[in-house]
């Protein structure tokens, strides 16, 4: 690996697994989370923002893991088209997300929301002028991306990096927990840190294509997600027990039906990632797992993360 780059321009590279196809699994799996969401709630009626919130929310960490890669190894390099790609794609399903949010606001179904009330809201309501600094922010994400894939040898992840972390920590600062003391922080806190632990090792499975590769970023992506999983895991309980007032709620409410679902799979993330931690990682490291297997294995981790992200979708939005 010395003297050359990992990522780049996304270009193949020889001795390589295939393209890492099976990542798209994330995609489903979110859904199914929010299918799971709905089903707790029962028999409140389906949230259909949660299915634009979910899918904004994992393209999101996809980006931010993507600009975090030079943090985790000198040499990782994001693909830029991909990463302009998916930033494009954040940014329609922020925009539509804003839709859902206009809809509610206003009392009306989606289809009968009119242009000019939607631009009102988007002009006279905090929301609505939140959603816009998001899409600007994305948006900005996007152009930068483009024109970086044409010019890689001068282009920083370090602004798609400040931009993609003040898009996805906007509107948890300003949810139902800014109302709490220090809710604001404690949200922006959980968003980042499970954005980061969730995009990173997509990222991961999106550019590391060799043994050697996963055997130099696995055990340095393992280091840092320990961290995040205990402020995600913190700030998560925290929030949960500031917002239900009590245990009770978490079984009698479909709030808390959804974060005490949420809180399992966590446990269940905890537990696998101990177990990697103790084969995947150790094996990796030593030059004994195949690029294929360490591949599999990351997008084991990500499916059953972004179960986990649809659960949070649906919650963001349930009363």
């Known amino acids: 690996m010395t003297g050359r780059t990992i990522g780049g321009r996304g270009g193949a590279r020889p001795s390589t697994v295939r393209a890492p196809w099976s990542v798209l699994l994330i995609v489903p799996a979110g859904l199914l989370g929010v299918l799971l969401a709905w089903v707790l709630t029962l028999p409140a009626p389906f949230a259909a923002e949660s299915v634009a919130r979910v899918l904004a929310d994992g393209a999101g960490a996809t980006v931010l893991g993507l600009a975090a890669l030079p943090r985790l190894q000198p040499r990782l390099e994001p693909p830029w088209r991909l990463l302009a790609v998916l930033a494009g794609?954040?940014?329609?399903?922020?925009?539509?997300?804003?839709?859902?949010?206009?809809?509610?606001?206003v009392g009306v179904p989606v289809g009968g929301l009119r242009a000019n009330q939607f631009g009102n809201y988007l002009i006279d309501l905090s929301g609505g002028q939140v959603g816009i600094a998001i899409l600007f922010g994305v948006g900005a994400v996007a152009c930068y991306a483009a024109v970086a894939f044409r010019?890689?040898?001068?282009?920083?992840?370090?602004?798609?990096l400040v931009f993609a972390a003040v898009a996805l920590a906007l509107r948890p600062?300003?949810?139902?927990?800014?109302?709490?003391?220090?809710?604001?922080?404690l949200a922006a806190v959980h968003a980042l840190a499970a954005g980061a632990w969730f995009g990173l090792l997509v990222a991961l499975a999106l550019v590391v294509r060799t043994r050697g590769e996963w055997a130099t970023v696995l055990p340095r992506y393992s280091a840092v997600a320990l961290p995040l999983v205990a402020t995600v895991a913190v700030t998560g309980l925290l929030n949960g027990l500031v917002r239900v007032g009590g245990i009770t709620p978490f079984v009698e409410t479909g709030y808390g039906r959804i974060l005490l679902a949420k809180t399992l799979v966590l446990l269940g993330l905890l537990a696998l990632g101990w177990w990697w931690r103790r084969s995947w990682v150790r094996l990796a490291a030593d030059h004994r797992v195949t690029a294929a297997a360490s591949l599999r294995r990351a997008v084991v981790e990500v499916v059953v993360m972004a179960l986990a992200f649809g659960l949070a979708a649906t919650l963001a939005v349930t009363a």
Not at 92 to 103: K, N
Not at 173 to 185: L, P
């Open 151 to 160: 010019r890689a040898d001068i282009a920083s992840t370090d602004l798609v």
């Open 89 to 105: 794609f954040w940014c329609g399903t922020e925009f539509a997300v804003l839709v859902f949010e206009a809809a509610q606001v």
């Open 173 to 185: 600062i300003t949810g139902h927990m800014s109302q709490q003391t220090f809710g604001s922080v």
